[in-house]
Antibody
Framework: QLQLQESGPGLVKPSETLSLTCTVSGGSISSSSYYWGWIRQPPGKGLEWIGSIYYSGSTYYNPSLKSRVTISVDTSKNQFSLKLSSVTAADTAVYYC????????????WGQGTMVTVSS | QSALTQPASVSGSPGQSITISCTGTSSDVGSYNLVSWYQQHPGKAPKLMIYEGSKRPSGVSNRFSGSKSGNTASLTISGLQAEDEADYYCCSYAGSSTSRVVFGGGTKLTVL
């Protein structure tokens, strides 16, 4: 059974780059039928899709974040990562990694989430 | 402002049925049968409840059902139980030329 776990700094300074990693366990990240994504949730607010990456390496990003986001996969470590540059307080949120395994068009597995605060 | 519009809150008594609407556009909900619904309890990660508009993942109660008409998708919960009290989010595929994935603003379900 696939499981996801986010890791990374809980505190990032304004204007710096937020970097998070999602480790996939219980299976291979490289299956051609899977895709992976990052979703965030500011305190007290709703879910916001950040972006997704497919087995082919194709990436798709939320247009509102596209200029600052990079999502990549490291198959040797069974991990995928998020980098968000030039962060501000508005980027403070719980960040979730998620995967599409068996449910078309949906994220059917999720990590537990990690809180990232942007503050000096 | 969220791309998909949901009511901020709904409520119902145990045993009753409620429906949460999710209104999008012809570019997302109306064009693709790829609407999903997520349940989120406080402090927890979202859980997939419905995908492809009306399909339930293994393990999800058949009290949860989904449907779509035009640009509006709906989630119905029948036989309300106390543990159904949570936030619910709809989500839709929006095409590769745009945002691709859009969420609703979320609906707080209160079981009275």
């Amino acid at each position: 059974q696939l499981q996801l776990q986010e890791s990374g700094p809980g505190l990032v300074k304004p204007s710096e780059t937020l970097s998070l990693t999602c480790t996939v366990s219980g299976g291979s990240i490289s299956s051609s039928s899977y895709y992976w994504g990052w979703i965030r949730q500011p305190p007290g607010k709703g879910l916001e899709w950040i972006g997704s990456i497919y087995y082919s390496g194709s990436t798709y990003y939320n247009p509102s974040l596209k200029s600052r986001v990079t999502i990549s996969v490291d198959t040797s470590k069974n991990q995928f990562s998020l980098k968000l540059s030039s962060v501000t307080a508005a980027d403070t949120a719980v960040y979730y990694c998620a995967g599409n395994i068996a449910a078309a068009g949906a994220f059917d597995i999720w990590g537990q989430g990690t809180m990232v605060t942007v503050s000096s | 402002q969220s791309a998909l519009t949901q009511p901020a809150s709904v409520s119902g008594s145990p045993g009753q049925s409620i429906t949460i609407s999710c209104t999008g556009t012809s570019s997302d909900v109306g064009s693709y049968n790829l609407v999903s619904w997520y349940q989120q309890h406080p402090g927890k990660a979202p859980k997939l409840m419905i995908y492809e508009g009306s399909k339930r993942p293994s393990g999800v109660s058949n009290r949860f059902s989904g449907s779509k008409s035009g640009n509006t998708a709906s989630l119905t919960i029948s036989g309300l139980q106390a543990e159904d009290e949570a936030d619910y989010y709809c989500c839709s595929y929006a095409g590769s030329s745009t945002s691709r994935v859009v969420f609703g603003g979320g609906t707080k379900l209160t079981v009275l």
